[in-house]
């Protein structure tokens, strides 16, 4: 745990001076939370149904986030869906809200989930097939270290 603290710090300290790459950060985090906040948009045009404008779908799909980042559940469970269909009501016709709701819950959340764990179980086959790539000399596991991508492979 401290190692990785430790890292953590070394790391921010190297990009503290490097603002370049902080625009780059902050640019390429806008770009995620939009793909991610626009999922609802996308569904309301799949549900063939017009006139919300992007940004307003954005924007409360905001709101559905911050409003589940206060539940101290795992996902947020429960706040989430109901957060959705509450400020999402709005939006879609009342016959579709609850089917969007699934859509949008499956694609924000459960796909992560699971192209997360194929990737964790590629990344457990390859320490089984290499054990000893896993372990090298450097403090992070692995070869010389830069500060800012990691170990160097």
């Known amino acids: 745990m401290t190692s ?5 710090i070394k790391n921010n300290r190297a990009m503290l001076g490097n603002r370049r790459m902080g625009a780059k950060i902050y640019g390429y985090t806008v770009v995620q939370l939009t793909a991610v906040f626009a999922v609802p948009f996308f569904i309301y045009k799949a549900f ?31 706040a989430a869906e109901g957060s959705f269909l509450v400020i999402f009501q709005i939006f879609f016709r009342q016959d579709i809200l609850r089917q969007a709701m699934l ?40 070869g010389s270290s830069n500060p800012i991508t990691g170990p160097e492979l």
């Not at 990785?4 to 953590?8: G, H, K, S």
């Open 4 to 8: 990785q603290l430790e890292f953590y």
């Open 48 to 78: 063939h149904s017009p006139g919300a404008p992007f940004v307003d779908m954005v924007a409360a799909q905001s709101f559905v986030t911050m409003i589940s980042t206060y539940t101290p559940l795992p996902g947020a469970a429960g």
């Open 103 to 142: 859509l949008w819950r499956f694609i924000a959340y459960y796909s992560c989930i699971i192209v997360g764990a194929f990737f964790a179980g590629l990344d457990k086959k390859s320490e089984r097939r290499n054990p000893a790539a896993q372990k090298g000399t450097g403090e992070n596991g692995g």
